[in-house]
Antibody, heavy 123, light 113 residues
Framework: EVQVLESGGGLVQPGGSLRLSCAAS????????MTWVRQAPGKGLEWVAA????????YYAGSVRGRFTISRDNSKNTLYLQMNSLRVEDTAVFYC????????????????WGRGTLVTVSS | DIVMTQSPDSLAVSLGERATINCKSS????????????LTWYQQKPGQPPKLLIY???TRESGVPDRFSGSGSGTDFTLTISSLQAEDVAVYYC?????????FGQGTNLEIK
């Protein structure tokens, strides 16, 4: 069974940093692009970042570019999101999602999602 | 960025009746070279992560009941639930993956009338 499990969320002050992790199991992690999507409380979905199967290619939403870094460790079946210079408006549940099959770069649709980890940015 | 606009924002349908949700993109999300429509639909129930229903605008994900169907091309797309069941109460999102950044519609809240 495909599973992705996020961790690392919590309360952080504005300007602070946090690193999220996503542990994958039940599929060949190194063969799939991966993505992060976030959802502010009571709001809709916002794509945050994506990464190719090797990690060589990364892609970001404009709202996080320069502050967030997506990476992966295929030997550990784990996806990461390093978040720096956090802002109050970054408060959200962050979901890790597996990309659709067939390409080394992100396909762009997400067929398996974790339950998410809550990041709260507040003083 | 491509803006995705769903209509309506909220919808109440009787059990067993048809539910239709529309999604419009600010520019075409269809490829003329390979006739692919870069549009997907997700279902999100309260307290749960989104679940993939439809991709390539009309391909049903494995395990999704056949009462769910997707159609459309270019800038106009539709998700149809042919006979609404109680378990279909959820928020539904469309998303384009034609161009980065990937963008979602604002969501449609589907309820039972």
């Amino acid at each position: 069974e495909v599973q992705v499990l996020e961790s690392g969320g919590g309360l952080v002050q504005p300007g602070g940093s946090l690193r999220l992790s996503c542990a994958a199991s039940g599929f060949s992690f190194s063969n799939y692009a991966m993505t992060w999507v976030r959802q502010a409380p009571g709001k809709g979905l916002e794509w945050v970042a994506a990464i190719s199967v090797t990690g060589d290619n990364t892609y970001y939403a404009g709202s996080v570019r320069g502050r967030f870094t997506i990476s992966r460790d295929n030997s550990k079946n784990t996806l990461y999101l390093q978040m720096n210079s956090l802002r109050v408006e970054d408060t959200a549940v962050f979901y890790c999602a597996k990309d659709g099959p067939g390409t080394s770069n992100p396909q762009g649709y997400f067929d398996s999602w974790g339950r998410g980890t809550l990041v709260t940015v507040s003083s | 960025d491509i803006v995705m606009t769903q209509s309506p924002d909220s919808l109440a349908v009787s059990l067993g009746e048809r539910a239709t949700i529309n999604c419009k993109s600010s520019q075409s999300v269809s490829s003329t070279s390979n006739n692919l429509n870069f549009l997907t639909w997700y279902q999100q129930k309260p307290g749960q992560p989104p679940k993939l229903l439809i991709y390539w605008a009309s391909t049903r994900e494995s395990g999704v009941p056949d009462r769910f169907s997707g159609s459309g091309s270019g800038t106009d797309f539709t998700l149809t639930i042919s006979s609404l069941q109680a378990e279909d109460v959820a928020v539904y999102y469309c998303q384009q993956y034609y161009d980065l950044p990937y963008t979602f519609g604002q969501g449609t809240n589907l309820e039972i009338k």
